[in-house]
């Protein structure tokens, strides 16, 4: 079963940091692009990261600079740590597989990713 599992969200004050995790099975992690996605209350999906099966980084404009994704291959495992948060970062906190190996996709579609987490709560809030 191709499943993703996230972890790490919780409960920070601006300013603070959180590092979420996303763990794969049942598919070749290291030959998919891989993504996060966040949606606030009330508000639609947001395309927040993206990581190529080689590593190179995409950022939304509102969190470049504070968020950083990377990978571990090895322990099929994608990562966000999360920087300088602000009250706006609070979100459910998704990753996301595309269809095809080695195929960057950067939109929140939800019908342009075939496998989704159930999703990290972060909350930033003094």
């Known amino acids: 079963e191709v499943q993703l599992v996230e972890s790490g969200g919780g409960l920070v004050q601006p300013g603070g940091s959180l590092r979420l995790s996303c763990v794969a099975s049942?598919?070749?992690?290291?030959?998919?692009?891989m993504t996060w996605v966040r949606q606030a209350p009330g508000k639609a999906l947001e395309w927040v990261s993206s990581?190529?099966?080689?590593?190179?980084?995409y950022y939304a404009n509102s969190v470049t600079g504070r968020f950083t994704i990377s990978r571990d291959n090895a322990e099929s495992t994608l990562y966000l740590q999360l920087n300088s948060l602000k009250t706006e970062d609070t979100a459910m906190y998704y990753c996301?597989?595309?269809?095809?190996?080695?195929?960057?996709?950067?939109?929140?579609?939800?019908?342009?990713?075939?496998?989704w987490g159930q999703g990290t709560q972060v909350t930033v809030s003094s």
């Open positions: 990581i190529t099966n080689e590593g190179y980084t």
């Open positions: 049942g598919f070749t992690f290291s030959s998919y692009a």
């Open positions: 996301a597989k595309p269809r095809l190996p080695r195929v960057m996709v950067i939109t929140p579609r939800r019908d342009d990713y075939d496998v």
